[in-house]
């Protein structure tokens, strides 16, 4: 008695690609292998750029904002002023409330600010400006400001000058050396009333953040320059964290308020920006739905594909039953026939969508200069570059998705083929 074969046999090989070769008489055959090798490459291409550049974005939106911004930020409830009635929410007690911050396990920093908007003048030309006072110590621990590699100037000299961001030095035309006149309408109190404060500082330090919002409007002072500057004698107008884990800093928030005292109130960087990297989330969801969908419209190619190789290869099928063959064996070679268009495709298309990730910038730059580089605006994107972060887990949920749906569309035209009765596959033959 003769053994019966294993599953997916040599012969069955043979046969499978013997049936997706080009033959002259079934060109219609061939054309829609490619035309479903093409589909599935391009559209695993397309999610896996798409995935690499929604993880870069993330990635590199989160970094500007923890590199340039506190992970959290304590501030004072308003009280009412006795003598002016006016809300002040300043914090008197600012030293050894930032120590007790400090004191805190997963702290790594807290420094006392004050914050204030001004308008900055320089070589004729006008902007508005947001000054952030702080020491110099302090300054230096910023990651994406402290940044010898992006930056212009020498960060030790601070004390002795202003820091201003590289977008601000763009459109007021200052750089290392020149200075630089702010206005406070919110100056000297004479008898007369309240004049304009003005003063000018030498620009010691140009950095570059990373976010065209940060760079175009943020200037820093010396902490105590900034508190004579905004009549904050000793106070100041918020205390800036930095945690070891800013992802995690709403678990924290509680402890924060606890080691800040009574009135203290916290804002997060999650509360800035959470809105956007909600919005961020649901497009992510609804761009790889919608990609999914490009999936397996190119994985229904391979299914037109069999169905006409099944009814042009009818005499063949039976005369193979009739040799023998059996059903199973019928039905899984028609299975490789499509599984490995599937799975070809996905191979060119993980190449070509890794490639792309890795050198999205000499493309980007290509394409920027082939459209007179006005493709990205960093005034509206808020970001300098399109960046692109290759994971392994994309890649793996492109793959996944692509040979899951590639496998599955082909199992039912395979199941036609296996099912089909050879006396009527052979009875006009």
Request: contains cysteine; glycine residues 10%; charged residues 20%.
């Amino acid at each position: 008695m003769a053994a019966t074969p294993p599953p997916f046999a040599a012969f069955e090989w043979l046969i499978a690609w013997r049936y997706l070769r080009a033959r002259r008489a079934e060109g219609g055959v061939s054309v829609m292998t490619w035309i479903s090798l093409l589909g599935i490459t391009l559209a695993v291409f397309a999610l896996i750029a798409t995935l690499s550049v929604r993880s870069g974005f993330r990635a590199e939106f989160v970094d500007t904002i923890l590199g340039a911004n506190a992970h959290a930020t304590v501030y004072m409830a308003g009280q009412a002023d006795p003598v002016t009635g006016r809300m002040d929410r300043t914090i008197a007690d600012y030293d050894a409330m930032a120590e007790r911050l400090r004191a805190l396990p997963q702290v790594t920093r807290a420094a006392p600010l004050v914050k204030g908007q001004v308008m900055a003048t320089a070589q004729g030309r006008n902007g508005g400006v947001e000054v952030f006072g702080i020491a110099p110590e302090h300054l230096a621990t910023i990651p994406r400001v402290a940044d010898p590699e992006t930056a212009q100037g020498d960060l030790s000299r601070f004390a002795q000058g202003i820091a201003i961001g590289s977008g601000v030095a763009r459109e007021l035309g200052l750089g290392v050396g020149d200075r630089i006149r702010i206005i406070s309408p919110d100056g000297v109190k004479t008898p007369l009333g309240t004049s304009p404060r003005i003063n000018a500082y030498e620009v010691v330090y140009i950095f570059t953040a990373g976010r065209y919002d940060i760079d175009r409007v943020r200037v820093y002072l010396p902490f105590a320059e900034a508190q004579r500057f905004f009549n904050r004698d000793g106070r100041a107008d918020e205390i800036e964290v930095m945690v070891t884990n800013p992802e995690r800093i709403e678990a924290m928030v509680p402890d924060l308020l606890r080691a800040a005292g009574e009135r203290a109130l916290v804002w997060t960087w999650r509360d800035s920006s959470g809105a956007f990297l909600r919005a961020l989330e649901v497009e992510d969801n609804v761009m790889f739905v919608i990609l999914s969908i490009l999936v397996l419209i190119a994985a229904l190619n391979i299914t037109s594909g069999l169905v006409m190789l099944v009814k042009n290869k009818g005499r063949d099928i039976g005369i193979l039953r009739t040799m023998g063959l059996s059903e199973g064996s019928v039905l899984r070679v028609f299975f490789i026939c499509g599984a490995l268009t599937g799975l070809l495709g996905t191979l060119f298309g993980v190449i070509l969508g890794c490639l792309f990730a890795i050198y999205i910038d000499p493309i980007f730059s290509l394409v920027n200069v082939m459209m007179g580089g006005q493709v990205w605006d960093p005034s509206i994107r808020g970001i300098y570059h399109l960046p692109a972060r290759l994971e392994a887990g994309d890649v793996l949920t492109a793959v996944a998705l692509s040979l899951g749906l590639s496998f599955v569309v082909t199992i039912f035209p395979a199941r036609r083929a296996a099912r089909m009765n050879p006396v009527e596959a052979l009875r006009y033959e």
